[in-house]
């Protein structure tokens, strides 16, 4: 369940703007300030899971094969650790199981500064539709600030806390991309154009949110959870725009 931090040298002055050094690390990420979601309710939310059926991503389902996600999660994985659940309510149990026949990393993508996180992963069997399981959009138009969308994951309500087993969501709100440059400070040269953030609350945060998995509006995925700073502390929270990436996902299939 992993989503990346930014770990920066903290001043003295609390809410100053980001300084350098900075430098990125995996987290075991997860919503804080959610809700439940009920069964069923975002049916295109997926998990991966390594070969001991243990949750590292989130995911979302755009067909009946192929599943998006985030490049830093499958980077180095192979087909042969790397398994897609669908329709799963729980982290745990529960959602159908499948094989990964191909997974494929942006040709573009940078470990260090996060750029093009986006991969494709290809079922080894095909999912049938059912009332829990069922593809979203990918969002083909560019988006900017005040937007109501909602992000999906597994994890805490709070935080400090425990990892809820059921899946979470979260109501935020997108900021321009300007705007989220200017809030990282020393950090906002790596908003670039194909990432799209939202409003960073004290308490709330997507950057807790697992890495890979959807920002939608309705039956559109606008987003793919890519990065965030600290634990909800009221930074924006960082995500790959999907109409960016449209053209590229889809020319996988």
Not at 175 to 192: L, T
């Amino acid at each position: 369940m992993k989503v990346f931090l930014l770990l920066v040298l903290v001043g003295a002055t609390f809410g100053a703007k980001i300084p350098a050094p900075l430098i990125f690390e995996e987290w075991e990420g997860r919503i804080v300030g959610g809700s439940t979601a009920s069964p069923g309710q975002f049916p295109y939310q997926i998990s991966l899971r390594n070969a001991n059926n243990a949750h590292f991503c989130g995911g979302f389902l755009v067909n009946t094969r192929w599943v998006v996600s985030a490049a830093h999660c499958t980077r180095g994985r192979t087909t042969g650790n790397t398994f897609i659940i669908a329709g799963a309510h729980s982290r745990v149990t529960g959602g159908t199981r499948f094989g990964t026949s191909r997974i494929v990393n942006h040709g573009q993508f940078n470990a260090n500064t996060l750029a093009f996180d986006v991969s494709v992963l290809l079922s080894s069997s095909t999912m049938s539709q059912t009332s829990t399981i069922r593809p979203i959009g990918l969002s083909s138009t560019h988006l900017g600030g005040g937007v109501n969308a909602v992000v999906t994951g597994w994890g805490q309500t709070s935080h400090p806390g425990s990892a809820a087993n059921t899946l979470q969501f979260l109501q935020v709100q997108t900021i321009s991309n300007p705007n989220c440059a200017s809030a990282h400070g020393s950090n906002g040269g790596r908003i670039f154009s194909h990432k799209i953030c939202t409003h960073g609350v004290n308490g709330r945060g997507t950057c807790m949110g697992d890495s890979g998995g959807p920002l939608a509006v309705g039956n559109s995925c606008i987003g793919i959870v890519s990065w965030g700073v600290a634990c909800a502390r009221g930074f924006p929270d960082v995500f790959d725009r999907v109409s960016s990436h449209r053209n590229w996902i889809l020319a996988q299939f």
